[in-house]
Nanobody, 124 residues
Framework: QVQLVESGGGLVQAGGSLRLSCAAS????????MSWFRQAPGKEREFVAG????????SYADSVKGRFTISRDNAKKTVYLQMNSLKPEDTAVYYC?????????????????WGQGTRVTVSS
């Protein structure tokens, strides 16, 4: 079993920055993808950024490329999402997830474990 706990969300003005953290505990799997997703009201959960299975390669959604950076501290079992130049359309609940993601890491269905989410609100 894997437990994921997100933190770092909040209210920020457009153009501001936030850093989200996702702390993992329990049995973790190096062969799993680890990613951030977000879900805005009335919308489906969408991929934001993640680490591919079995390696350090990263992937980003086009909407956040150049503004967001995913990183991790393996010793702390923590994954971070640095979010810069935030826009109102980035407003959502942000979730971290981990799972085999065999088909594609961009689909939420490929993830088994999820955190409870942390809310990010960007005001204009």
């Amino acid at each position: 079993q894997v437990q994921l706990v997100e933190s770092g969300g909040g209210l920020v003005q457009a153009g501001g920055s936030l850093r989200l953290s996702c702390a993992a505990s329990g049995r973790t799997f190096s062969s799993y993808a680890m990613s951030w997703f977000r879900q805005a009201p009335g919308k489906e959960r969408e991929f934001v950024a993640g680490f591919r299975r079995r390696g350090d390669m990263t992937s980003y959604a086009d909407s956040v490329k150049g503004r967001f950076t995913i990183s991790r501290d393996n010793a702390k079992k923590t994954v971070y999402l640095q979010m810069n130049s935030l826009k109102p359309e980035d407003t959502a609940v942000y979730y971290c997830g981990t799972g085999p993601a065999l088909a594609t890491m961009r689909e939420a269905s490929g993830y088994i474990y999820w955190g409870q989410g942390t809310r990010v609100t960007v005001s204009s």
